[in-house]
Every structure is written in structure tokens, then in C-alpha cells.
């Protein structure tokens, strides 16, 4: 809280999680055949989270916005990882809410980053079962199959992992069972716009004159700054970079666009874009 300010702007902080542990360990993925889509954070990565909370808190202070008062997150791992560290560094006491629209983009590329035969990680897939390349069902992963919202840990499982910092009770403007789409029926890129941008907008509505802030992949952000920012430039974000949008009338006004400064000399956006350009 900033002393004599009376807070009026209704802001959106969002920001891409940090380093993922299978773009460091290339053969995470076969180790974990369960839940290959769903790697943790690297010790790195959990520091990137720490750092972005500071930077959080010091714009927040510099633009004269109101404290956060929410926190919502992917509900994948490395993103519940990466806000936890954001709101221990913030001294937000309140609880991460596990958000479906703000999930990965559920497109073939994500498919094939950890569903085809050989698979590392790499968005699009492996050079041999890259973009197009047919693959025979019975070679998929079988979660592929799956409706994507099954693939998500429920708040209550996350809440067994994580503990008292996930809001079990928290009902998702979006509801995992909504996400029907699987391998042969992907998201396409306007349903993808179309759920992180109405879920921003729905919190902005909601909760007017507050600070919320979000935690999602790379894919959803940069869609994020399309959809309020009404642009089409295709931005480029690095683990952790930090978006900030303040609310204007009927429109947003961009404070800060994939901001990875608090990495100081760690190039985030060569480090997340050579390996994860969305995830």
C-alpha cells in the first residue's frame, strides 16, 4: 500500500513462469511418461520467480497501483511453481487460484512437444516428427487422446502437492471440462485469444479499482498483449518477462511489455525462445 494514494486503476500483471526442468534435462520427459506435459521449474527457475515477484512490487510502487489482491495461475506445475515464488516475494498472503484460461494453447505444436514418438520437449516436436509428419495413433502418447482439461491436476490435487496456498474453492471462469480438444481436434488460435482475453477482461470487470496478477505460459501471454493492446505484433517473451496493463475507459494502456529486466544478465528471451517459445 502506498500512504495517501487512493487507488482507483484496475490493473492486469501477467507473466510467463521461469525455466522449465526438460529444457535443461532432455531426457525428463521419457523419466516421467505419466505426465510429460507437466515438468517443474529448475532451481532456476524458481529464482527467476523470486526476482519477478521484486519487480512486481517495485512497478506497482512506481506506477502508484493498488497492492495485488489476487493471484491466478495455470493450473501446470511450472506456473503454480513460478507464482508461489512471486507471492512469497511479494508478501501476498493470500492464495493461488488454479485457472484453466490461462493454460497452454492446446495446439498441435504442444502436442508434438511431448506426445510423439522420440519427443524431448521441443514446441513443434522432434526433427524426425516435426509439423505435418503423419504419426500412427497407437504411437501417441495416450494422454493425447484425452480431453486436454483431464490432463490438469484438479485444485484439490494441487492443494495435496502444494499445500494451503491453492484455493480448493475456487470456482474457474473456465472449467477444465471445457477444454474438450485432443490430438486430432486442436484449439485454434482464436479460441486460445478468445480464452485468455475474456478471462482478463471478467477479473478487470469484477474486481474494478484492484491489481491481479497472473501466471501463464508464453503462447497466452503474447496472445494477451494482442487482445488488449489490439495489435498484431507477435511479442516475443522470455521466462518470467512481466506484462502490465492498466485499464482506461474501454481500453488498456500498456505499462509493461514482456519485461525481463529483473534478470539482470540472463537472456530470457534467447534462454526461453531457443527451446519454448510458447510453453
Known sequence: ??????????????????????????????????????????????????????????LINTEKLAPVSRVYSSPLIRCIETAAEVCESLGFSGKICPEPALAEIIWEEWYRSWGVPGTDGEWGGPPHCGMGVPVPVQDLHPACLRPAGELYLTPSQLKDHFGEIIAEEYEPQLPASALRYVWDNVETREASTDRVGKFAEACADKHPGETIVMCSHGGPTSLLYQYLAKSEEEVETGYTAIFCYVREGDSWRVVSKASTAHLGDIDAVELGLQYAPNR
Open 1 to 58: 500500500q502506498i500512504a495517501g494514494t487512493a487507488h482507483a486503476l484496475t490493473t492486469i500483471i501477467i507473466l510467463r513462469h521461469g525455466e522449465r526442468m526438460d529444457a535443461i534435462d532432455k531426457g525428463w520427459m521419457r523419466a516421467n511418461p505419466l505426465r510429460p506435459f507437466d515438468p517443474p521449474l529448475t532451481a532456476a527457475g524458481s529464482e527467476m520467480g523470486k526476482k519477478a515477484g521484486h519487480a512486481i512490487h517495485a
